[in-house]
């Protein structure tokens, strides 16, 4: 199930960067035209006569995570970015835009949000991208990076705008799925894959986390008070059943006397005192 659930989200990424190119390279079709066409040649010419020389401006490198954009008096020459490795250009004709494919990660700046039950809140962020298609994010956006800083910034303000403070505190992971979601759509057609994005830190206003410190001590001493009269309920049920086992033998009651007697003096050596009936005592007056 995995396997098939990967490789259908690897069929989409492919369609959507074949959809991509394409698009590009209809803004770019109608080809040099015959007055470029001599510049190439010119150009070709130029490179055979300084051959040795020339050969240290055509050979560039990128590397294992680059890619080049190559365009040819202004236009892309090709549907598929060069690299890695070694590629040529021709002198005073070509020029290429390295892109870096590695994984990007920035921080959101701090975001005062109004949540849904009108609580002021500061959350800040990161998220995590890279660029999945080189020809689209250079030919398709002026700034790639910084334009996915941008749109970071008001896709979290937007996603908060629609929670309340429990659902902020509590589903964190939520809210960055559909962050990840929202900003994924919005920059795939320049040519950027958002990979990741996590809330860091929820701040509250100091009066709120005061009223919320105040409420759960509250919460906690009705809960004690709660607990502490069933125990006493508890106790008194089980006092007055030993009460009514002890009525049935009243010789049980005077060896509970005793024997709380005997607890006494075995803690503490002190006098004890305790009281004669007073019917035992008028049977020795009458006498």
């Known amino acids: 199930m995995t396997s098939t659930t990967s490789s259908t989200a690897e069929m989409v990424t492919q369609d959507k960067l074949q959809i991509a190119v ?30 040795p020389i020339t050969l240290f401006m055509c050979v560039k ?6 890619r080049a954009v190559i365009f040819r008096l202004g236009r892309i020459t090709d549907r598929k970015p060069k690299g890695p490795g070694l590629f040529f250009v021709l002198p005073c004709t070509d020029t290429f835009v390295k892109v870096d494919l590695r994984t990007v990660s920035f921080d959101i700046p701090p975001q005062e949000i109004l949540t849904r039950d009108s609580v002021t809140v500061s959350v800040d962020g990161v998220v995590y991208f890279r660029i999945h298609c080189p020809i689209s994010s250079v030919a398709n956006v002026s700034n790639a990076h910084s334009s996915t800083r941008l749109l970071a910034q008001t896709t979290l303000r937007n996603v908060l705008g629609t929670k309340n403070l429990a659902e902020l505190l509590s589903d964190r992971e939520g809210i960055s799925l559909s962050m990840q979601g929202s900003l994924d759509d919005a920059t795939d057609p320049w040519g950027i894959k958002v990979e990741r994005v996590e809330i860091k830190d929820v701040k509250l206003p100091q009066q ?35 009460s009514l086992i002890i009525a049935e033998s009243p010789s049980g009651l005077q060896l509970r006397y005793l024997q709380t007697l005997n607890t006494i003096a075995a803690e503490r050596n002190s006098t004890i005192i305790f009281p004669v009936p007073i019917d035992m005592l008028q049977n020795f007056m009458k006498k």
């Open 22 to 51: 394409e698009n590009v390279e209809d803004k770019n079709s109608g080809g040099l035209g015959c007055f470029g066409w001599l510049l190439v040649l010119i150009s070709l010419l130029f490179v055979t006569a300084t051959f």
């Open 61 to 66: 490198i990128v590397k294992e995570y680059e």
């Open 208 to 242: 709120l986390q005061r009223a919320m410190a105040a409420e759960a001590e509250a919460t906690r001493e009705a809960r004690a008070k709660i607990i502490s009269a069933e125990g006493e309920m508890n106790a008194s049920r089980a006092l007055k059943e030993a």
